[in-house]
């Protein structure tokens, strides 16, 4: 089977190499990909967005399976016309995704079907969100719509902090912003691969997404995670499918508008036990991705496969994971997300991957072959074990073998982190 996997990140590192080793697996090809992900697959000059040259060379190259982790190609509606094509493609609709790719839509939608979410209220014009962060409880949390995991999330202490912030954000030429209730608790992220109609669990991530222990500092698209969430049971599952799953895959069944792919779902258990809704993905997160595919035990093409064809649960009873933990610890360069640190030698990387799975998500070779830093988040190291404190300990010890210029990390992963507590 030759399959296309759309995108360059650490995320599409992981499953071209965990999809490389498949034995029904003929080629792998990357669009774009990365200097890291060319060592064992074919690393393609086509941007993940360029949908009508990715057409043409599935079709030139008898793509069996094109596997979409690029939010750009996403929004770009690839999976609409690679379906126009007759391609198979793994990826929801630009239209299906919008829950995900902006999040006043994302916040009125489970308004709409009473999905557990924070109060919010959304706003284009900087004055009336002025008045209404002078009215509101503190923390208070803002946010652009541009969905960018985590990125550009603001939590406010104060009135003075969010007036100055709002100001901000609309001087920037920010069309929308969006302001919520703070909600104390624990945060996690649950993953369910969807047909359309029906959908099963495929893992469950804490994200660590502070920049300082504690989940201090500045909100980053994630700098660790640990899989699986510790309070995932069965009991929990059934409230996170028959709460938010069901209602938000029915309502888009609906409209015509049928989710066919990964579904994330960024979720806060409060003090009392209710779920509230962050946000959706469209996909994997990074580095929950690494965590998760670190965990399945099934074939992932066969998976993917099987929603595409809506014969999910014919074929599957349940998606099966190891019975493990894992733990990923990212490395930075420089100050991420505000500066990065370019050019640094990276050694260590052969003696980490001895022990444990190190993914890149933009290394670049120089003419000796040596991986260089280029900037914020570096590379991510995935370990697994029978505990998560020892699968965390292991992840250190790898870790510990890497070194470059500025590096940074943080060393509380694994350890319980509940948020405003």
Known sequence: ??????????????????????????????????????????????KADDTETLIEFAKANEIDLTIVASEKAIENDIAQKFNEAGLMVFAPTAEASRIASSKSVSKKFMYKTKIPTSKFGIFDRENMAVDYARKSKYPLVIKTDNHLHGENVYVCDNFKIA???????????????????YIAGQEFSYYVITDGYNAMPIGSAVPYKGTLEGNGGCITSGLGAYSPFYMIDRSLESRIFKEIVYPALDELSKNGNQYIGILGIDIIIDRTGNLNVIEFNPFFKEPDAQCILELLDEN???VLKASINGSLVDIYSEIRQKPLY???VVLSAGNYPSEGKYGSTITGIEEAQEHSEVAHFNTIKNSDGDFL??????????TSASTLEQAAKRAYESVALISFDSMKYRKDIGKTILIGC
């Open 1 to 46: 089977m030759k399959i296309l996997i759309v995108g360059s990140g650490a995320k599409e590192y992981s499953i071209a190499k965990l999809i490389s080793k498949y034995e029904n697996t003929s080629l792998v090809f990357v669009a774009p990909g990365n200097e890291a992900i060319a060592e064992f697959a074919n690393c393609i000059d086509i």
């Open 373 to 382: 830093t280029a900037g914020g988040r570096t590379i991510t190291v995935t």
């Open 163 to 181: 007036k100055r912030i709002i100001e901000d954000l609309f001087d920037s030429k920010e069309k929308k912003v969006i302001l919520e209730d």
């Open 300 to 302: 992932l093409t066969d």
């Open 326 to 328: 894992s733990a990923s």
